[in-house]
Nanobody
Framework: QVQLVESGGGLVQAGGSLRLSCAASGRSFRNYDMGWFRQAPGKEREFVAAISWSGGSTYYASVKGRFTISRDNAKKSVYLQMNSLKPDDTAVYYC????????????????????WGQGTQVTVSS
């Protein structure tokens, strides 16, 4: 069974850091783009960051320079290092796997991902 499992969320003060992890199983990991999304209460799920199967990355404007996405293909894992956290970063964070192997385009929208984790809560206090 294909599965994504996130971990690493929690409560942190503004200006602090957290590192989210996502472990994949059941599918060839290295051939797919991976992404992080987040959803705050009452808001739509939004793109945060993505890393391609070839190692390139892209970020949502509001997190660029503060968040870093990385992957370890040997461990079938993707990570999101979040620094200088702000209260506006509070949300449930979801890991997702791209739907197309060796995609030529970096996916930044939810329809381009076909596998999702259960989410992990990140709360940033002011």
């Amino acid at each position: 069974q294909v599965q994504l499992v996130e971990s690493g969320g929690g409560l942190v003060q503004a200006g602090g850091s957290l590192r989210l992890s996502c472990a994949a199983s059941g599918r060839s990991f290295r051939n797919y783009d991976m992404g992080w999304f987040r959803q705050a209460p009452g808001k739509e799920r939004e793109f945060v960051a993505a890393i391609s199967w070839s190692g390139g990355s892209t970020y949502y404007a509001s997190v660029k320079g503060r968040f870093t996405i990385s992957r370890d293909n040997a461990k079938k894992s993707v990570y999101l290092q979040m620094n200088s956290l702000k209260p506006d970063d509070t949300a449930v964070y979801y890991c997702a796997a791209g739907a197309v192997p060796y995609s030529p385009v970096m996916p930044t929208s939810t329809p381009l991902y076909d596998l999702w984790g259960q989410g992990t809560q990140v709360t940033v206090s002011s």
